[in-house]
T-cell receptor, first 111, second 114 residues
Framework: GNSVTQMEGPVTLSEEAFLTINCTYTATGYPSLFWYVQYPGEGLQLLLKATKADDKGSNKGFEATYRKETTSFHLEKGSVQVSDSAVYFCALSVGNEKLTFGTGTRLTIIP | SAVISQKPSRDICQRGTSLTIQCQVDSQVTMMFWYRQQPGQSLTLIATANQGSEATYESGFVIDKFPISRPNLTFSTLTVSNMSPEDSSIYLC???????????FGPGTRLLVL
């Protein structure tokens, strides 16, 4: 079956620090990979996605590269802000099948 | 993308009662889904809402507890029946448009059952 293993949190960083949240996956078939973000008290928002190997998804300064050889899709940002504090979910889907989510990583940025 | 609204945004309910949650999309979509997010947890798919036919439920979820309707391509409802405190969760609908292979989520309905 499909599964997503995500770096456990919570993660606390100082403002302007470098962020990495690890995500690895197993999938039957060729998955599309996603990062979703959930800000406090809100629903999920799509942050970025990649649909094939070596694709890089990017948005709001965040980046993630689809690495087929390591089955990974790590989320990175060079300089985090307080407003980036949220819960981040890595997810995958194969074709039109359901999304499979990781457990989520709570990120807190302190000024 | 798609603009998705959910009603109610939050509710506090008594055990044994039922609550119907509405999901409205601003454009026609092929797929609509309902998820549950229990406190501090990740998302779990409840079912796929099929237009014009019965919903497809995931393991552990049944129609009697979570009846779903989808009368057209822009609207769906999820009912949480005979609620207990264990049903306290955020319920989210999501949609996927044809050939986009990306799901977009509504803002969620925060349910507390006393």
């Amino acid at each position: 079956g499909n599964s997503v293993t995500q770096m456990e949190g919570p993660v606390t960083l100082s403002e302007e620090a470098f962020l990495t949240i690890n995500c690895t996956y197993t999938a039957t078939g060729y998955p599309s990979l996603f990062w979703y973000v959930q800000y406090p008290g809100e629903g999920l928002q799509l942050l970025l996605k990649a649909t094939k190997a070596d694709d890089k998804g990017s948005n709001k300064g965040f980046e993630a590269t689809y690495r087929k050889e390591t089955t990974s899709f790590h989320l990175e940002k060079g300089s985090v802000q307080v407003s980036d504090s949220a819960v981040y979910f890595c997810a995958l889907s194969v074709g039109n099948e359901k999304l499979t989510f990781g457990t989520g990583t709570r990120l807190t940025i302190i000024p | 993308s798609a603009v998705i609204s959910q009603k109610p945004s939050r509710d506090i309910c008594q055990r044994g009662t039922s609550l119907t949650i509405q999901c409205q999309v601003d454009s026609q979509v092929t797929m609509m889904f309902w998820y549950r997010q229990q406190p501090g947890q990740s998302l779990t798919l409840i079912a796929t809402a099929n237009q014009g036919s019965e919903a497809t439920y995931e393991s552990g979820f049944v129609i009697d507890k979570f009846p779903i309707s989808r009368p057209n391509l822009t609207f769906s409802t999820l009912t949480v029946s005979n609620m207990s405190p264990e049903d306290s969760s955020i319920y989210l609908c999501s949609v996927e448009k044809a050939r986009q292979e990306t799901q977009y989520f509504g803002p969620g309905t925060r349910l507390l059952v006393l």
